[in-house]
């Protein structure tokens, strides 16, 4: 009932910078965590950043200071902004929903990821 679509990712050379977006759409009642992982192939998906509704945002703690999280709560959007990129950055980045139905119930959603290439 709630889809959600990355966009914005590519290859960059290190030291670059790239924004990333996703677009949560269908069935929303209210959204109340945004947030960004990232994953390379056989190794285990990481949380990158997170925002809650308020706008309290979390990274992790290698990231902190380069990427940016942000998200605008009419559009059902939010945003990753990526500077000084590093070639370890590169992975397949997703974005994950938690959504509170109209009837209460909460559930996640995960979009079909973007794939982020930091290579010279």
């Known amino acids: 009932q709630v889809q959600v679509v990355e966009s914005g990712g590519g290859l960059v050379q290190p030291g670059g910078s790239l924004k990333l977006s996703c677009v949560a759409s269908?069935?929303?009642?209210?959204?109340?965590?945004m947030e960004w992982y990232r994953q390379v192939p056989g190794k285990e998906r990481e949380l990158v950043a997170t925002?809650?509704?308020?706008?309290?945002?979390n990274y992790a703690d290698s990231l902190k200071g380069r990427f940016t999280i942000s998200r605008d709560n009419a559009k059902n959007t939010v945003s990753l902004q990526m500077n000084a990129l590093k070639p370890e950055d590169t992975a397949v980045y997703y974005c994950?929903?938690?959504?509170?139905?109209?009837?209460?119930?909460?559930?996640?959603?995960w979009g079909q990821g973007t794939q982020v290439t930091v290579s010279s």
């Open positions: 994950r929903v938690t959504n509170v139905n109209s009837g209460g119930y909460e559930y996640q959603y």
């Open positions: 269908g069935s929303i009642f209210s959204i109340n965590i």
């Open positions: 925002i809650t509704k308020s706008g309290t945002t």
